[in-house]
Nanobody, 127 residues
């Protein structure tokens, strides 16, 4: 059974940091583009960051460039999202998602491109 499990969310003060993890079971992440997407209350799900199969290419939404960093450890079958200098507007449920074949330039455009999803992890930024 293909499964993605996110962890690492929580409550953090503005300016703080969190590292999210996305662990896969039942399949190998090596052959998949991985995206991190988030959904805030009352808003549509949006792409935050994505990483290519080999990890050589990454992309970020303009709102998080210079603030978030995506990485992958294929040996551990895990992808990470390091989030620094967190802001109130970063509050959302964060999901990781995987797709085997995707033009990398599309990886932030449409959540429907991803067939495999985790259950999400809540990130709350609050003072």
């Amino acid at each position: 059974q293909l499964q993605l499990v996110e962890s690492g969310g929580g409550l953090v003060q503005p300016g703080g940091s969190l590292r999210l993890s996305c662990a896969a079971s039942g399949f190998t992440l090596d052959y998949h583009v991985i995206g991190w997407l988030r959904q805030a209350p009352g808003k549509e799900r949006e792409g935050v960051s994505c990483i290519s199969r080999g990890g050589g290419f990454t992309d970020y939404a303009d709102s998080v460039k210079g603030q978030f960093n995506i990485s992958r450890d294929n040996a551990k079958n895990t992808v990470y999202l390091q989030m620094n200098s967190l802001k109130l507007e970063d509050t959302a449920i964060y999901y990781c998602a995987a797709v085997r074949h995707l033009l990398f330039s599309r990886c932030l455009r449409d959540a429907k491109d991803y067939p495999y999803w985790g259950q999400g992890t809540q990130v709350t930024v609050s003072s």
